[in-house]
């Protein structure tokens, strides 16, 4: 394959990248996520708390970890983020979320479920004397929220095999005696036992809220905490202010779009205009890949990554120019348009690369030791980077190296060259 062949297949492949790009992305307002600063939603640390004969070691938190990461599951927030923040702290998102005290109950909840012997009742209370524990949470494999007949709302919890055994033998020997139900010592329910219950099912009632209910089923199924969690930081963002702060971005990034294009036309001609068309392939595959992103879950557009997409137009615009500047150079030294065209445009990208891979690699770092937010400027810092390399190799370089072998001799003033320049 001649190196025209090889342009204009590097041109049809950009083609089909920007259609591809665009059929992912269309409509852009519902295929790129929007984080927790632009969405709205909850952001909170939760630090655990270090008790005598409880140390919060690494296998503790990798634990209180997967617990949380299961009742926010259970809450149903989209797109939560949940990160490991130092030895001792999470740090826990969840944009978009309808009820952030419903959410803060849940993830705050150490979720220590008791069964307990009742020894006697307080005459001056009524509330129950607690004795021995009898079983706790760990043998709990399933809860759901039920309905009686009168509409009361109790928790259904399932016991595992040694559960429901156990469960068995204590509701045998009590029976016509109370037991109580406790989660985090305080006591949801004394029921009487009426008969041994072999199921290996018994129900919490305490006449709950659907909220209640629900936020109980999902501590119940997840588990109790090893530590007890506490939160160093709450956060509630407004809808409101998340999409003024987006429209801010955006209006930014236009802005910034703009001087650069006209920048580029003023300067640089025809040049500034082959430029623009590479920004545009730059824009489409990013768009593209963000919206990829979303799709699987793996991207949510927040702040900081609308910065690092501003700083990845600045990045684009400076190859450009340096590829425009390196072959003007070359032409007023003497070459050919021609010869020019390849030269300064294969020693631009070089030096481009360099540039770029050192950016890259401080873009890696930051992505794998930030937290939060600061990871998607990291992201999209990444992106920006390929995409503008991409956009060099398959379109830059090799429209420049197509038009420098007709048109750019026959007029060389529209694209920014010194008269007289020839490709004899």
Do not use: H
Request: glycine share 10%.
């Amino acid at each position: 394959m001649n190196l025209r062949q090889w342009n204009l297949l590097a041109l049809a492949i950009v083609i089909v990248l920007v259609g591809v790009s665009w059929y992912l992305l269309w409509p852009i307002d519902q295929k790129i996520t929007r984080g927790l600063d632009i969405k709205g939603g909850l952001s909170l640390i939760l630090t655990a708390e270090e008790t005598p004969g409880k140390p919060v070691t690494e296998e503790v938190m990798d634990r209180a970890e997967l617990i949380v990461r299961n009742r926010v599951d259970g809450l149903g927030a989209a797109e939560a983020s949940i990160q490991r923040q130092g030895a001792t702290s999470l740090l826990v998102q969840l944009p978009g979320i309808g009820n952030a005290q419903e959410a803060l109950d849940a993830l705050g909840t150490t979720g220590q479920l008791e069964i307990r012997d009742v020894i006697s009742v307080d005459a001056t209370t009524g509330a129950p004397v607690l004795g021995e524990i009898l079983l706790t949470g760990e043998v709990v494999t399933d809860a759901s929220v039920s309905t009686d007949q009168f509409g009361a709302l109790s928790v259904d919890v399932t016991f595992n095999q040694e559960g429901a055994q156990r469960w068995a033998e204590i509701t045998q020997a009590r029976i016509g005696r109370q037991i109580a139900i406790v989660l985090d010592g305080v006591v949801q329910s004394a029921p009487t036992v009426r008969e041994a219950i072999l199921g290996g099912q018994t129900s919490i009632s305490g006449n709950f809220t659907p909220e209640e209910a629900n936020q109980l089923m999902t501590v119940l199924e997840t588990g109790a905490l090893p530590v007890t969690l506490e939160f160093s930081e709450a956060r509630v963002v407004g809808p409101t202010l998340g999409q003024d702060s987006l429209d801010k971005g955006v209006f930014a990034i236009m802005v910034g779009l703009v001087v650069v294009g006209v920048y580029l036309l003023v300067f640089y001609r025809l040049l500034g205009v082959i430029s623009l068309l590479s920004m545009a392939v730059f824009a489409s595959i990013f768009l593209g890949t963000l919206a990829v992103l979303s799709t699987f879950g793996w991207f949510a557009l927040t702040l900081p990554g609308i910065a690092g997409i501003v700083l990845t137009i600045g990045l684009a615009a400076d190859s450009s120019i340096l590829m425009n500047e390196r072959f003007k150079e070359e032409v007023a030294q003497g070459k050919t348009i021609r010869s020019a065209a390849k030269s300064s445009t294969r020693n631009a990208i070089g030096t481009s690369l360099d540039a770029d891979l050192v950016t890259l690699v401080t873009a890696l770092v930051l992505y794998f030791v930030a937290i939060g937010p600061v990871k998607g400027f990291a992201l999209t810092l990444m992106i920006g980077i390929i995409c503008d390399l991409i956009g060099m190799f398959l379109l830059k370089r090799p429209l420049m190296i197509i038009l420098a072998e007709n048109v750019m001799a026959e007029a060389p003033g529209w694209f920014a060259l010194p008269k007289g320049s020839t490709n004899a």
